[in-house]
């Protein structure tokens, strides 16, 4: 049966509003979803997308072609778990790995946590090591973030850092204070191969920013000055290379500010964001900061009135912000989020800037090129360990294998194709595959296949 079935109509859509700066991708359309607040992830050059509907808590869609097209939404975590209905709160992505924090009840302390090697086609429990809560089976509330090296980091503002490395069995906690032993993490990101903490209720001041060079295993502080009196900073964002920028929480002083570093969060200086970020009948706060080459990314929200976001821009080598275009960003009534604004998850594939906002998907062409930040599998017309050829295919593929491992082949729905153990050496597989795209997946990299009749 032909498993691929692509919504077209966002090619109509794209050419009508092409004018717009902000093209909403349908990614909730594909899932089948109506959940105002959809839940992203990326790895490499693949999208992940979880929406619901009346039916169904938890609905999958993929898409790897930056996000034009998106696979039928297919219900994850769909059986009861000790009897609950779960619900994932979170998704994140590195090195072709999908992970999930799937939550249990309506406390944060009720959660489990999984992982997916194969699109999310099948789960497997990743919770080993992780501290309990009342329940030896659950687990405390964390934030899962990605780091280089094959690395995800659990962090939690009072529970602490735990980690833990692709093939490793169990998650590792890691005290990211340089002077003392606490377990205050606000946030957590990485320059290259040296990982920063930005650390909550610091006893030594000196630890609010640390570093680690040996994968967490000690941190130093970085000393920072330039930071205001009473600054309570929320978010540490990096480009992943050399520059740094900090936000702050609307619990301290100077909360609309960003600042920023180019010497590795030694010192910091103040931009013009605050200056961008006032409404006139409504107080805001700063939900998001994003950074990529010279672009960086931030977001404010009313906290009344209509919940249109101010998305602030700037592109310059040391930032200067201005308002950027929310042409093609929906305008939601003032009691849409009574609580909270939703969260924008800013990500990036290639030269395309994506959020998730609110209601979808949506992208845009900002200007920057994007490189890969270290985490994700690339997806590449051929493979370092194994090509084959020829691509488009029909019936029948040659592969030539460098080093022996496991070849699967996925369709954009996550189901399991086709599989085989290859040896080093040409092989020339049978293929029964419907007309489609379809993913190549071996020894942890990706590749399209596509096969025509």
Known sequence: MHKLIYSFAFLFIAFVSQAQYWQKTNASTAAVGNDTRLLTATTGDTIFALARNSSHRNILTISTDQGQTWSPGSPIFDTLIDGIIATVSQMAGSNGRLYARVNLGTSTYVNLYYYSDDLGANWTIDTAGLPASFNPAYKLGFQLKALNNGYMAAISEFDGAYFKQKGQNAWVYRNTFSTTSQKNIQDITYAGNTWYALNNFVANEADRITKSTDFGQSWTSCNTSGLPTGFAPYNLVTNHQSKFYLSGSISGADANVILYSNDGCTTWGATNSASLASYNLASVYLRDLYAVDDYVFATFF?????????????????????????????????????????????????????????DDLYSSNPGFVGGNPGIGTKERPSLEKLSFYPNPAKDRLNIEASQKGQMKIFSLDGTLMQEMELNPGHHEIPLQLPQGLYLIHYNNELSKLIIRD
């Open 302 to 358: 009313p906290t009344t009135g209509d919940t249109v976001s101010r998305i602030l821009i700037s592109s310059d080598p040391v930032p200067n912000f201005s308002l950027c275009s929310v042409d093609g960003l929906p305008i939601y009534p003032s009691t849409q989020f009574s609580l909270a604004p939703p969260i924008l998850s800013y990500f990036h594939v290639g030269p395309k800037l994506f959020i998730a906002y609110a």
